[in-house]
């Protein structure tokens, strides 16, 4: 099977019901890399946060492996299977994303950065990296054959599994500058997975991507439609656009308080157009995703003074949270935004 039909498509979104949740990063990790390492799986957090999500009515994540992982092939399955256990006896099944274009080039496998202080994502780690990315653009294949059996292991591996709903081949291709030199990589990706066709449905996002040809690929590919919205103003149009390409839409990544995509917003929205939906973080942690994107900008300064978070040391804080729901001790960022979080899932079950 090449493509899931609009019909089969059609029934497997009415099976599986009204999917909600958040982009997972436990709060002790800075990356995907530091989530699943042998030396920083962190078991007790990622519990104590998928407990959390449970209580507040969450019945799905959204979560990013790396391709660095599969160097050490047997404790990333051991570490893996863990986090797919802990989900599933918590009725917590997952989206799993396989390359990422976003954020810090020159991933390496090891022990990992240190946050710096206040600063939004300063050490998520591009998957492949913008590097190869381009050597593959310009036919400089030697990484192609483990990237390949990076993505058709993985697929293989859990091609049937009930804890996994649906793959996400590559996540925002062509962002952070790299624009369509990531066609390639994207190409090969769609079809490696293809060869594997696992029983779960394959995705990569349509808003969100970057480039006429990426998009329009993503979109011949895509069993379900996913894409990315932070822009209060742009929800309902994005939807109602969408719409019209006939298959289930999913929104894989939303929710900034600064534009608007607050959850009493957008909720009823995604609800009454039965589009499921995952904001982008949960507990505000190493990744500092509750401070605003503009703090990227500050990147270089916090380098040249090397102003870097302690292990043991608190998160900071902005006054209006961007992203993130909950602080590491499980209180909310906004007590009145959880229990309406709560009560309109509650409702809506």
Known sequence: MDKWSIESI???HEDIGWLVGANFLPSSAINQLEMFQQETYDEKTIARELDWAKQLGFNSMRVYL?????????SFINN?????????????????????DCHRPNPQSGIQPLPLRGLHNSGWAQSPGHKIVNDINQNMNSEIPRLKLFV????????????IFMWDIYNEPGQFGIGDNSLKLLTHAWDWAKEVRPSQPLTSCLEGSVGKEIISLNKKNS????????ESVKLEST?????????????????????GTTFEFSLPIFKKNNVSCFNWGFVAGKSQTHFGWETIMKIQELMDAKDYLKEDEQIPEPELWFHDIYRKDGTPFDAKETDFIKNFLKSNA
């Open 10 to 12: 059609s029934n497997w």
């Open 66 to 74: 790396h391709d660095l992982l599969w160097e050490d092939k047997k």
């Open 239 to 259: 939807i109602s656009e969408l719409k019209e390409i006939g298959r289930p839409l999913m929104c894989t990544e939303y929710m900034a308080r600064e534009f």
């Open 80 to 100: 893996f299977n863990s986090f797919l256990d802990c989900c599933f006896e918590k009725n917590i099944r997952l989206l799993v994303v396989l390359f990422d």
């Open 152 to 163: 058709q292991d993985v697929l293989d591996l859990y091609r049937n599994d009930e804890r």
């Open 223 to 230: 069993d379900v439609i996913t894409f990315h919205t932070y």
